[in-house]
T-cell receptor, first 111, second 112 residues
Framework: DVKVTQSSRYLVKRTGEKVFLECVQDMDHENMFWYRQDPGLGLRLIYFSYDVKMKEKGDIPEGYSVSREKKERFSLILESASTNQTSMYLC??????????FGSGTRLTVV | KQEVTQIPAALSVPEGENLVLNCSFTDSAIYNLQWFRQDPGKGLTSLLLIQSSQREQTSGRLNASLDKSSGRSTLYIAASQPGDSATYLCAVGQIGNTPLVFGKGTRLSVIA
């Protein structure tokens, strides 16, 4: 069965810390995505990547960066975590022009 | 810019009822449409994927239809069960391998 694995289900970090959220897929998919989900706002796209070492900004990239050094891994980086980045973070992958597979999510709390 | 709307935002039905969830989109030039289920605090689980050339897809008690010309899709759930309680999201894939555009979902409660 295809899998997208997010390294942590729950994470608590302090304001100002550098935070790494890791996502690994085992399906050899070209495309990978990072979303955040907040009540009333739905899913919002942060960054996505169509190939290794490529990245594209989504709708809300401010305060975030990404890294894709290998095809299977897409990392989301919070350079200096702030309380307004407390959220559910969801990673997804897909082959080109096909459906998405999501990971189980990381609930990040910044205190 | 593509916009995806799901109405109602929440729905409560008694167990055993057949129900329809609605999804509408503004730009009919789509590549595919995907329905997801999300349980509280969890990730999204794909339910059905309809390519633009298809009219419907079925999986068990679920049936999704697509009418591109009217910009609408429906998810039909037959004989609903309490275990169907979740948020259902639809997402539209557009031509050109651009990211999916998501609706905000319909929160379904099936009451025993």
């Amino acid at each position: 069965d295809v899998k997208v694995t997010q390294s942590s289900r729950y994470l608590v970090k302090r304001t100002g810390e550098k935070v790494f959220l890791e996502c690994v897929q085992d399906m050899d998919h070209e495309n990978m995505f990072w979303y955040r989900q907040d009540p009333g706002l739905g899913l919002r796209l942060i960054y996505f990547s169509y190939d290794v070492k490529m990245k594209e900004k989504g709708d809300i990239p401010e305060g975030y960066s990404v890294s894709r050094e290998k095809k299977e891994r897409f990392s989301l980086i919070l350079e200096s975590a702030s309380t307004n980045q407390t959220s559910m973070y969801l990673c997804a992958s897909s082959p080109s022009n096909y459906g998405y597979t999501f990971g189980s999510g990381t609930r990040l709390t910044v205190v | 810019k593509q916009e995806v709307t799901q109405i109602p935002a929440a729905l409560s039905v008694p167990e055993g009822e057949n129900l329809v969830l609605n999804c509408s989109f503004t730009d009919s030039a789509i590549y595919n449409l995907q329905w997801f289920r999300q349980d509280p605090g969890k990730g999204l689980t794909s339910l059905l994927l309809i390519q633009s050339s298809q009219r419907e897809q079925t999986s068990g008690r679920l049936n999704a239809s697509l009418d591109k010309s009217s910009g609408r899709s429906t998810l039909y759930i037959a004989a609903s069960q309490p275990g169907d309680s979740a948020t259902y999201l639809c997402a539209v894939g557009q031509i050109g391998n651009t990211p999916l555009v998501f609706g905000k979902g319909t929160r379904l409660s099936v009451i025993a």
